[in-house]
């Protein structure tokens, strides 16, 4: 896939050797005498073939979570699959407490940070690890511009519902987030059984092609991300797209859209 998104500049490492000795890449030279790799028609159809068995192999919530992701994308969106954030709830959480507590440990080490340090009572609430299916913010370099949004997908009632009666998991994607959304296909529920905070996408049709429905915007507050969500971004790789064109890849803006530009959520 990186040789075919690369319009034919040449890597020169291992992988190369072995697609060119298996005859699924040729060498190739330009008129100014540039070398070039590409594709033979067997590697072509040896692409098509992975890319349909790695299709079928992925659950509708992965399908539909990557599908929602080529939309935010599209929108001018950087976008994240199942990070681990560390989010602030009122509501008590030993469990969620203790996942962020080690996750402060493994980050920090022997130097915490001053907050943790400090003797000086704990703000209310308490600490939770909140795993979004999608974490998204603009593609900006202003700070304030960036809105981060959090959608939670969900392909059954049933995993709406249990969903919706953990409180303290629906806090923290607020914590983090200017707008929460929760997506899901037509017929699972309607937007009136959603808390009115969150926003509701809904899926008209099949997950590959069906048109994704701005039923109810979400609420939007002001968010800035706190330093450890930085650097869980930092350690992080975003969703890659196969439909990302090459010339985005090379700094252009070709199929995205400027950072002040309209995003999924209230920006669909």
């Keep these: ?65 990557l599908r929602v992701a080529a939309h935010l994308a599209a929108a001018g969106r950087i976008v994240w699959r199942e990070l681990s954030l560390r989010a602030r709830v009122a509501a008590g959480d030993e469990a969620g407490a203790a996942a962020a507590a080690m996750a402060d440990h493994a980050l920090w080490q022997d130097d915490p940070p001053l907050a943790a340090a400090s003797s000086a ?61 929760y997506v899901f296909p037509a017929g699972v529920a309607q937007a ?26 979400a609420m939007h507050q002001p968010c800035k991300l706190p330093f450890a969500a930085w650097m869980a971004l930092a350690k992080a790789t975003p969703v890659r797209l196969d439909e990302e064109p090459a010339q985005h890849l090379l700094g252009g803006d070709a199929g995205v859209s400027p950072p002040g530009s309209s995003a999924a959520g209230s920006d669909a």
């Design 1 to 65: 896939m990186a040789i075919w998104r690369s319009a034919g500049w040449p890597c020169r490492d291992a992988i190369e050797i072995d697609l060119l000795a298996a005859g699924w890449a040729t060498q190739a030279q330009t008129p100014e005498g540039h070398e070039t790799i590409r594709l033979t028609d067997a590697g072509i159809r040896l692409l098509a073939e992975s890319r349909q068995r790695n299709q079928r192999s992925l659950s509708a919530h992965d399908r539909l979570a």
């Design 192 to 217: 009136q059984e959603i808390p009115e905070t969150f926003g509701v996408l809904v899926l008209e049709g099949p997950i590959e092609s069906g048109a994704l429905v701005l039923e109810r915007p």
């Design 121 to 181: 009572p704990a703000a209310p609430g308490a600490w939770r690890m909140a795993r979004p299916d999608l974490f998204s913010v603009r593609n900006t370099t202003v700070e304030d511009y960036l809105q981060p949004m959090v959608h939670e997908i969900k392909v059954s009632r049933a995993d709406l519902l249990s969903d919706l009666r953990h409180e303290a998991k629906r806090e923290s994607y607020r914590w983090l987030s200017c707008e929460t959304y």
